[in-house]
Every structure is written in C-alpha cells, then in structure tokens.
C-alpha cells in the first residue's frame, strides 16, 4: 500500500500564474478530502468527492479553487489565478467508507506565491 | 455545526515526564472523536479514535484519551513522553451517524519534548 500521494511535494510560482495540484488516493478508498493548512487559519477542509462526485465545496475559498476527480484514482485541485495568500500546504486525504474510519493523508504540497 | 478548541496551541515537556493535552469540542448531536498526530513535513496520522463504548481508548504507543461527555472534552495523556513524541497533535470530531462526512479539526498543539 503506498498510501495517498501527492504531487508536486512543493511549487513555487508567481502571483497570477496558475497552479495544479494532484493526487492519488488508496485504492479502493471512496472518499477523497482536500485540506488546506495554514499557521493562521489551521486545517481547513475545502472540498471532498464520494465515489468521484463533489458532495460538499462550501469550504473552497473562491472561483478560483476548483477540484475534480474524473476517476477514482485521481483528482485534481486547481488555483487560476494564484494570490499571495494562498500560500499553504495542502492536504489530500482519502478514506474507505463511513464516518468512523481513519483518514489517510498524504505528506502535501507546500505551495508558496510570490 | 460542531467545532473543536485546542487552547495550548505550544506544550513544552522534559523526557519521561507526563503529559496532558486538552481537546474541547461544541456540537449538538453525537460525535466521534479522533487524535492525529502530524510529524514534521508530513501527513496526519490517526493516533487513536473514540466511536463508542469505553471512554478511554488507548494507542499503540501509550497515549489515552478519555471521553467525557458531560465536560464535552476528549483529552490527551500519555504518562512518560519520548524525544520522539515531538510532533503536532490534532484533535478533530464529525457527526457520528449522520449525512455529513465532514472531519473537523483543531487547531492543533505542538508537542515539544526536551531531554
């Protein structure tokens, strides 16, 4: 098993440029989260897919944060135009089933406009 | 909504020492509870979990956590740390038994253990 990854580890860009984050989640899992972390605002949860189909996106910031997941071995989370302020790390997470199952996170992607 | 407060965002402890770190959460209907742990540059990982049953759950590497209901807290111990216990600690509740799959966390507290 080799748990959820996430691509890139860290990016680097310019404000106005856009960035794409990605992610592979376990396999057979049927629930995928995505989680931003900043030192001011915590962990917080922006958007997560049940069985590919966004269920809840009130957590996404702005128009532009959008995610998809075309199939159930990835999703994208996507930033046009990146900001400043949308430096953080972001988390993708995925989960097998109800409620009361562990989340397995990913290590991140450290994302950092200049 | 349910909401998690972790007050002690720092908790500095010596090697061997006892520990406690103070979860409260806020929601109107039955929860789960959970403890993450997040070393450096990586991902969180569940540590230990409260669904029902017993209130005390226990973790592999010797942290407990008590549910108490009637204080709405779900604290962490562990009687004698390690150097390697250094990391960040989420507590985190969701709705248990209900439509909503959302994990809500705190907003963590950095563990720092000194020899």
């Known amino acids: 098993d080799a748990g959820v990854i996430q691509s890139p580890r860290h990016e680097v860009t310019e404000m106005g440029q856009e960035v794409t984050l990605r992610c592979k989640p376990i396999s057979g899992h049927d629930y995928l989260f995505w989680y931003r972390q900043t030192m001011m605002r915590g962990l917080e949860l922006l958007i997560y897919?049940?069985?590919?189909?966004?269920?809840?996106d009130s957590g996404m910031p702005e128009d532009r944060f959008s995610a998809k997941m075309p199939n159930a071995s990835f999703s994208t989370l996507k930033i046009q135009p990146s900001e400043p302020r949308d430096s953080a790390v972001y988390f993708c997470?995925?989960?097998?089933?109800?409620?009361?199952?562990?989340?397995?996170f990913g290590n991140g992607t450290r994302l950092t406009v200049t | 909504a349910q909401s998690v407060t972790q007050l002690d965002s720092q908790v500095p402890v010596f090697e061997e020492a006892p520990v406690e770190l103070r979860c409260n959460y806020s929601?109107?209907?039955?929860?789960?509870l959970f403890w993450y742990v997040q070393y450096p540059n990586q991902g969180l990982q569940l540590l230990l979990k409260y669904l029902s049953g017993s209130t005390l759950v226990e973790s592999i590497n010797g942290f407990e956590a008590e549910f108490n209901k009637s204080q709405t807290s779900f604290h962490l111990r562990k009687p004698s740390v390690h150097i390697s216990d250094t990391a960040e600690y989420f507590c985190?509740?969701?709705?248990?038994?209900?439509?909503?799959?959302?994990?809500?966390f705190g907003s963590g507290t950095r563990l720092l253990v000194r020899p």
């Open positions: 997470a995925s989960r097998d089933g109800p409620d009361n199952s562990p989340l397995h």
């Open positions: 985190a509740v969701s709705d248990a038994g209900g439509s909503s799959y959302k994990l809500i």
């Open positions: 929601s109107s209907v039955s929860v789960y």
């Open positions: 897919f049940n069985n590919n189909v966004p269920i809840d």
